[in-house]
């Protein structure tokens, strides 16, 4: 079956450093992929969406890579900011391309 | 636009009653997901509805949970009876046919004592 994982122990980082975040997945060919933050009594808010014909996507701070041969994306964010603390969700189409299905998200604490 | 909006935002019951949450999609969206998330099974998806119109319930636990999307601005997620381990936060959210992305609302969060 499908099946999503993304780190499960938390991520700690230094004010102004780069945190990276995976997301592998297997038995699955997925047309894109997406990452998701969630604050603390949120409900996700969607970041960005990568393209399987997409190898590096960006957003201001934010880098996704797509990786369709590994079976992994990459969430990459760069100068952190204690605003970044969060936990983030990478998800997959499945099935039809209207139904997602999430990964169990890594959080992330960045300290001053 | 305000959203996806669901009420309420929590909700605490006794074993055995009945726990209705409510969710009103975004206008114009055609699409409305019901997720249930907790630490230890992260974020499921319990049933999607399209066009008001469920398409797939395959998440849905058992025959106490429920769902009904009377109109395009409105659904609810029924359970009857609860049991403590419906405990969780539940998520609407809502997109549309042309568009990937989920619009999550703010979440209830149930606990059943």
């Known amino acids: 079956s499908q099946k999503i994982e993304q780190n499960s122990e938390a991520l700690n980082i230094q004010e102004g450093k780069t945190a990276t975040l995976t997301c592998n997945y297997t038995?699955?060919?997925?047309?894109?992929l997406q990452w998701y933050r969630q604050d603390p009594g949120r409900g996700p808010v969607f970041l960005l969406l990568?393209?399987?014909?997409?190898k590096e996507k960006r957003k201001e701070r934010l880098k996704v890579t797509f990786d369709t041969t590994l079976k992994q994306s990459l969430f990459h964010i760069t100068a952190s900011q204690p605003a970044d603390s969060a936990t983030y969700l990478c998800?997959?189409?499945?099935?039809?391309?209207?139904?997602?299905?999430f990964g169990s998200g890594t959080r992330l604490s960045i300290r001053p | 636009d305000a959203g996806v909006i669901q009420s309420p935002r929590h909700e605490v019951t006794e074993m055995g009653q009945e726990v209705t949450l409510r969710c009103k999609p975004i206008?114009?969206?055609?699409?409305l997901f019901w997720y249930r998330q907790t630490m230890m099974r992260g974020l499921e998806l319990l049933i999607y509805?399209?066009?008001?119109?469920?398409?797939?319930d395959s998440g849905m636990p058992e025959d106490r949970f429920s769902a009904k999307m009377p109109n395009a601005s409105f659904s609810t997620l029924k359970i009857q009876p609860s049991e403590p381990r419906d405990s969780a936060v539940y998520f609407c959210?809502?997109?549309?046919?042309?568009?990937?992305?989920?619009?999550f609302g703010s979440g209830t969060r149930l606990t059943v004592v």
């Open positions: 990568i393209r399987e014909n997409e």
């Open positions: 509805f399209n066009n008001n119109v469920p398409i797939d």
């Open positions: 959210a809502s997109t549309w046919a042309g568009q990937k992305i989920h619009t």
């Open positions: 206008s114009g969206h055609d699409y």
């Open positions: 998800a997959l189409p499945y099935s039809s391309a209207s139904k997602i299905i």
């Open positions: 038995n699955y060919s997925p047309a894109y």
